[in-house]
């Protein structure tokens, strides 16, 4: 059975008798054996709970499909840059060698999730105070504190059409600020106060290097070739705005 959103998932998983629940965007092309794939893993590996395959764009580059949960980790990898060293990394490692490593991560992103029933029910499912983002990290956290395994497995292939642009500056800004804020009540529902404020602090210290990087690249760059750093300069600028924001409540 395929879901997607918070509180659709909860229902529809409430009035499901299935052993394994596909929880998925709209815009993701399943490319052939990635559901069978993904099912068998969890057959075979009863002490996981959650598992999700890797994601391309429609171009076929590799997309970001997990992550570390918000906290020390990813705070130490967001002040030194890590986590852009580590995706450029890990798409010329696709691309060139096809490297397929079935690994436990921190979470999982939620474009496409198979999930046990039993693991669901066991943490109550997904927490609905969450609006859009960051939902998929908190429930793949309740997972891991009930002992399941989360597994992101390459053999498993998706499509995700996801990265759409819109010239719609204020409707972005929005989503940055959902974005944001519901790593912020992660954060506050699992964290300490020191740790959340100091991995508050990585994410504006993080955007806004990424942010003056793109602006020295820009400033560099023939005309013809501007287009991709005022993209992420517009990507970046907001976010910067909006930690900005989520930084001074915790003063």
């Known amino acids: 059975m395929l879901f997607r959103s918070a509180a659709a998932i909860n229902t529809g998983v409430k009035e499901s008798n299935a052993e394994f ?7 993701v092309l399943y490319h052939p054996n990635s559901i069978e794939v993904l099912v068998s893993y969890l057959i075979k590996n009863r002490d996981v709970g959650i598992v999700g395959p890797q994601q391309f764009y429609l171009d076929g580059k590799w997309q970001y499909s997990y992550g570390n949960l918000p906290g020390w980790l990813l705070a130490f990898k967001n002040i030194f840059i890590i986590n852009t060293f580590q995706h450029i990394f890990n798409s010329l490692i696709w691309s060139k060698f096809k490297f397929k490593k079935v690994k436990e991560v921190g979470y999982l992103d939620g474009a496409v999730l198979v ?8 943490v109550n499912g997904f927490d609905e105070d969450y609006f859009f983002y960051t939902e998929e990290a908190d429930f793949c956290y309740r997972l891991k504190k009930n002992n399941w395994k989360i597994v992101h497995n390459p053999n498993a292939t998706v499509t995700h059409l996801r990265g759409a642009t819109t010239s719609d500056s204020n409707y972005f800004t929005n989503i940055v600020e959902k974005f944001c804020s519901s790593k912020s009540l992660f954060c506050k529902k699992h964290l300490s106060r020191f740790e959340t404020k100091f991995y508050v602090t990585s994410e504006l210290l993080n955007t806004f290097i990424m942010l003056i ?5 820009n400033f560099f760059l023939p005309d013809k070739l501007k287009n991709k750093a005022e993209f992420k300069i517009n990507f970046f600028k907001p976010q910067v705005s909006q930690w ?3 930084y001074k409540k915790l003063n």
């Open 21 to 27: 629940i596909i929880i998925s965007n709209n815009d």
């Open 115 to 122: 999930v046990r029933k039993s693991a669901f029910s066991q």
């Open 213 to 217: 990087t793109w602006n020295l690249i």
């Open 244 to 246: 900005l924001i989520e």
